[in-house]
């Protein structure tokens, strides 16, 4: 079948996609049936009728690409989430579906944050949409872009995909994988059932036989059980007699506990002492090492005054310089704190610390905001890549972004956002982050692509990751 995909992003309404076939090609049975029931792994939908043509309308909204959170699961992670890929395939004759008639390519695979299962564009055609070539194609893209600790689970999906590719197969083998996991850990790749709590269980002989051994085993009242509890305490120190003589009180004070009297004279000569033991010290260091330096001042805010060539100076602002000669105006930082704040690769720094180069040829996102966030973040990707930006997940342990904040970091997500290339220049999307993405103090829609701008704000989340787009 052909059709063609076209993308609406909306600052409004976000990111849409629209496709359009003809009136007598349309599935009419398996349209009504979804408008009536629809399933959770269709991407949501509606459709209009213009001039002999049906034109279908999917909602974006929240679901994010696939290929814009890969990275490495949990073995439970990656078992929900082939198996929200394939099952659908499988379930789909109860809507009067055909599989073929899903897109089957990993540009148009959907991922539910909240359900974390994947969504499917569904096209209601007579005519298929996809092949097995394509079927198995998305399979082997999956697998290279999501990646699990369990080797062994991954091989088999692997040599699974590898053969003659089937959903009923690479489901068999998840069922097995979880089924071995069982036995070797006990535990498996999903938390066993609960069995019921209330259960009816006939009287029968055995049961009353059973039900006598328990009162038998019953435990002691309860008055004798609280005077062998208090017979397992240790017992209170009896307190010392006081001594008692004709209405006289006399009272024994420990000869340890008695404070003697300081003699203020001999505490005068300590401090003396003292004092001039140090000055001898400072003395013999003088002599040795020669005067002590004065210690550095304080570092006063930074910002980096331009961008040319790749190079960057960090100076003082006007703000910060006060009246300080022009000549002064370059901070000087020390390298620890230099290699504290920025945590980049390719960071070169020169034999004076008065001014810090930063090679780079290419774009990057400068930070005006909190210092104790990283300095530079670069953004090196290829025309068609993308470049991931979220924080560290301490559970998973793993780098899941090509760039992530601290696992401490306020109001930023464990998969924030991406930026995007194009022959065209740059793109950011967030992936329906809680505290959202801002370019020049504006929220984006999730999902959306949005055009970055040399010398824009970007700010992710609101707790003072600032930053300015440089390319």
């Known amino acids: 079948m052909n059709f063609d995909i076209r993308h609406n992003d909306d600052l409004l309404t976000g990111t849409t996609l629209i496709v359009r076939i003809k009136e007598n090609e349309v599935d009419e049975k398996a349209l009504k049936t979804i408008q009536a029931d629809r399933p959770e792994f269709l991407l949501p939908f509606h459709h209009y009728y213009i001039d002999g043509q049906v034109q279908f309308v999917y909602q974006i909204g929240m679901f994010c690409n696939l290929k814009y959170i890969s990275g490495n699961r949990t073995a439970k992670e990656y078992a929900q989430l082939w198996i929200s890929i394939l099952r659908p395939l499988l379930d789909c004759e109860d809507w009067f579906m055909q599989a073929s008639s899903f897109l089957l390519d990993i540009d148009y695979l959907y991922y539910d944050k909240d359900r974390k299962s994947c969504c499917f564009v569904y096209i209601p055609s007579i005519h298929n949409a996809s092949d097995h070539s394509a079927l198995k194609e998305m399979a082997a893209d999956v697998s290279e872009i999501i990646t699990v600790d369990d080797a062994c689970l991954e091989n088999k999906i692997l040599r699974a995909i590898m053969k003659n590719f089937e959903p009923k197969d690479l489901l068999k083998t998840l069922r097995l994988a979880m089924a071995d996991s069982i036995r070797t850990s006990g535990k498996g790749v999903f938390p066993a059932e609960k069995e019921s709590e209330s259960t009816f269980v006939p009287n029968t002989t055995d049961n009353i036989i059973r039900e006598k051994a328990l009162v038998q085993a019953a435990p002691e009242p309860f008055a004798e059980r609280v005077e062998q509890v208090q017979s397992l305490l240790p017992k209170p120190e009896k307190q010392k007699e006081m001594p008692f003589d004709q209405g006289e009180i006399i009272i024994d004070i420990p000869e340890k506990s008695m404070r003697k009297t300081k003699d203020k004279s001999s505490s005068k000569d300590k401090q003396t002492k003292a004092k001039e033991r140090e000055r001898r010290m400072n003395r013999l260091f003088e002599e040795l090492f020669g005067k002590k330096k004065d210690p550095p001042p304080q570092l006063a805010q930074t910002t980096c ?102 696992k401490k970091t306020k109001a930023i997500s464990r998969r924030h956002c991406v930026i995007k290339r194009d022959p065209d220049g740059y793109n950011i999307i967030d992936l329906a982050s809680s505290a959202g993405t801002f370019v020049d103090g504006e929220r984006l829609p999730p999902n959306t692509p949005i055009r970055l701008a040399n010398a824009c704000k970007v700010s992710f989340g609101n707790a003072g990751a600032d930053y300015i787009w440089e390319q």
Do not use: C, W
């Open 305 to 406: 005054a331009s961008h040319n060539t790749g190079t960057f100076t960090h100076e003082k602002t006007a703000a910060d310089t006060g009246d300080l000669p022009a000549e002064n105006n370059i901070v000087k930082m020390p390298q620890s704190e230099i290699a504290r704040q920025t945590n980049i690769q390719g960071t070169m720094y020169n034999d004076s610390t008065e001014s810090i180069t930063i090679g780079t040829g290419g774009a990057l996102l400068r930070n005006i905001g909190k210092l104790q966030l990283p300095l530079i973040i670069e953004v090196e990707i290829e025309e068609g890549k993308i470049f991931g930006i979220g924080r560290y997940d301490a559970a998973l342990g793993k780098k899941q972004s090509s760039f992530e904040f601290d």
